[in-house]
């Protein structure tokens, strides 16, 4: 279940982006490259417009993110979740992800758009501009944990030949482990300062002003949520 809503997410998530806003003809089909294309660009500059309308699309999206906070962080957290996303749960996921598109074209923003700034607005200001511990910082910790006993198991399991355990699963729950990891360490260990620093001063600006606005459309591991894992293409 879980990875077929993943691959839900993508495609909604292309078909959101594709053939139009400022970035999208440059942005390539995979969703983990064009995830790291967005996340290139974002540290701005932002015009107080875009921004603005960014936040109002947040504002308009409340409502469906209390109704499904609990399903929305799980997903979230794919590996590291306490509860898992199954069932009817998953069209709380899909119900948010297609309202995110619905909010975005009412004020002439692309997901592509809602993405760029997502990184930079949360990922990037408010956890490098906000004292205390980021989020990510413990569940980086529990990934990394879970790596190690999967590592393990696979060891073990190579070492006793015992032909009724299923390496495959462990190997694709270890990649998939590995890459949620890759994607949240950079918010679980930046430098806050040098963050700050590189973001455009007069985003940064904006940003400070409209403080209050921002940490209270905090969705927290939605967020930072890496993007669906680009699955191995599979042998003829």
């Not at 992800?97 to 607005?121: C, H, P, S, W, Y």
Request: glycine content about 6%.
């Amino acid at each position: 279940m879980t990875r077929r809503l993943v691959f839900l997410i993508a495609a909604l998530a292309g078909a959101g982006g594709a053939g139009c806003g400022a970035f999208a003809p440059r942005l390539p089909d995979d969703p983990v490259a064009r995830h790291e294309a967005l996340a290139a660009v974002a540290w701005g500059p932002e015009s107080p417009e875009e921004l603005t309308k960014y936040l109002e699309c947040r504002s308009a999206l409340k409502e469906t993110y209390d109704n499904h906070q609990d399903v929305i962080q799980n997903w979230a957290l794919r590996e590291a979740a306490t509860g898992r996303v199954f069932g009817p749960a998953l069209l709380g996921v899909v119900t948010m992800r297609k309202n995110v598109d619905t909010e975005a074209a009412k004020r002439g923003l692309t997901f592509d758009d809602f993405q760029r700034m997502t990184i930079l607005v949360y990922g990037r200001w408010l956890r490098a501009s906000r004292p205390g511990p980021v989020p990510e910082a413990g569940v980086v910790r529990t990934l990394k944990e879970m790596e190690v006993g999967l590592t393990r198991q696979l060891a073990l399991a190579a070492a006793s030949g015992d032909v009724s355990i299923d390496t495959a699963a462990l190997q694709a729950r270890l990649d998939s482990v590995r890459h949620q990891a890759r994607f949240l360490e950079p918010y679980a260990t930046m430098d806050r300062k040098a963050t700050l620093g590189a973001i455009d001063p007069a985003t940064r600006t904006w940003l400070e002003e409209h403080r209050q606005e921002i940490e209270a459309l905090d969705w927290i591991y939605f967020d930072t949520a890496p993007p669906p894992r680009s699955e191995p293409r599979k042998k003829a």
